[in-house]
């Protein structure tokens, strides 16, 4: 390697540096960030003037002075509104929206009823919501990137199974890159939620997995602190894979660990017409002996399925990210007691937040990839209150 390419790789590593420090510290100095990144003062001076004229840094004003009374500091951080991204959530029924700062801040979040499932038509909402979305735009650089959350399997930015919309023959990322001329990326759903779990929860946990429980069950697989997601995104397709239910048969996992599945039983018990997780908590909650049964029978599947994940991955920990699950915490309760007579050895914990933990892992990967910050240990921050 000639000493000019040498040169040019020192030079964008230690502008990661710099970018890294700014966007983990809400204010830090220029002395800070030379003592944080081991470099020279000089050189933090030369790449934050050149970070500066790309308009990448918010200027905060003067901070304390030092103890022994010396100038008061100039405060910097990351300058939130460069510009800003957007995060879709493709689910079977819904489309998630999410508009972030370029640091993770939110700036509008909706849910939009999906009853059509050619892609075109979902294609056409996003494009007016980026419509809407950039009448109000107060950033510099305008949208920087698109990204996609769908419960399908992705391998490279490519869908090559989506078991609920049709495609038409469409290729999501070169459409919306030809569209918009920026950016976009596209993960699967229990994936994604892995990597928000990863990258918003800071409990230096390098090895865990996901388990996702909407329509139909995945796993998102955090591998010494990366991504695993297998030949051609293969890992963690649940729904064909076969288990031994509480009546010695075996089913697809498919058939059993989905919402509708469980909201069909409870509606069957119960005579009652549910609509929404609120409804069915309800019901659950007058303590009829024949939900309570399909309550256990589901907590126990459940159990045996995170028993057998501990056995093939050997994770830290894992978490369950359901929407049902979560707004049943009878039904939480029941998943842990089942897990500890099964001798489940590792913590088990439902996620909160469920609607938002996709979008938000989808978000992190895209600001990695906007800001050029790819394996870089960044702290992202969430103002809602997610467990």
Not at 102 to 111: A, H, L, T
Not at 289 to 305: C, R, V
Not at 312 to 321: A, H, R, S, V, W
Request: with cysteine; glycine share 6%; proline share 3%.
């Amino acid at each position: 390697m000639s000493i000019s390419s040498k040169n040019d790789l020192n030079h964008l590593s230690n502008l990661k540096h710099i970018k890294q420090q700014l966007f983990n510290h809400s204010a830090i100095s220029r002395a800070e960030i030379a003592r944080k990144t081991d470099l020279t003062r000089a050189t933090v001076s030369s790449l934050f003037d050149e970070l500066d004229s790309q308009n990448y840094i918010k200027h905060l004003g003067r901070g304390k002075s030092t103890e022994n009374g010396g100038r008061k500091p100039e405060l910097y951080t990351i300058n939130s509104h460069y510009g800003y991204i957007a995060c879709f959530n493709l689910t079977y029924n819904s489309l998630y929206t999410i508009f972030l700062y370029i640091d993770g801040q939110e700036i509008s979040y909706q849910r939009t009823p999906i009853n059509d499932h050619q892609i075109s038509f979902v294609i056409k909402i996003i494009e007016q919501q980026i419509t809407h979305i950039s009448k109000f735009d107060d950033t510099e650089q305008g949208l920087l990137g698109i990204s996609f959350s769908i419960h399908a399997v992705v391998d490279n930015n490519r869908i090559k199974h989506s078991p609920y919309y049709d495609l038409q023959n469409i290729d999501l990322q070169k459409y919306f890159e030809n569209l918009y001329r920026i950016p976009v990326h596209i993960g699967n759903e229990a994936n994604l939620a892995a990597i928000f779990e990863r990258d918003f929860i800071k409990d230096n946990s390098d090895n865990f997995i996901v388990l996702s429980i909407h329509r139909g069950p995945g796993i998102g697989v955090i591998a010494n602190h990366q991504l695993f997601s297998g030949f051609q995104g293969m890992t963690g397709e649940l729904g064909s894979v076969k288990i031994l239910n509480s009546k010695g048969k075996y089913q697809e996992l498919g058939n059993i660990f989905s919402s509708d599945y469980l909201l069909a039983h409870i509606m069957q018990a119960s005579h009652c017409q549910i609509t929404n997780l609120e409804e069915a908590h309800q019901v659950v909650l007058k303590n009829i002996p024949s939900i309570n049964n399909i309550l256990e029978n589901f907590a126990y599947n459940t159990a045996q399925l995170v028993f057998n994940l501990q056995m093939l991955y050997g994770p830290e920990k894992i978490l369950i990210n359901s929407p049902i699950i979560e707004a049943l915490p009878e039904l939480g309760s029941l998943i842990q007691k089942y897990a500890t007579k099964s001798g489940i050895q590792i913590p088990i914990t439902i996620i909160k937040g469920s609607k938002y933990v996709s979008l938000l892992g989808a978000g992190a990967l895209l600001i990695r990839q906007v800001l050029n910050l790819k394996n870089v240990n960044l702290q992202f921050h969430w103002s809602h209150h997610i467990g």
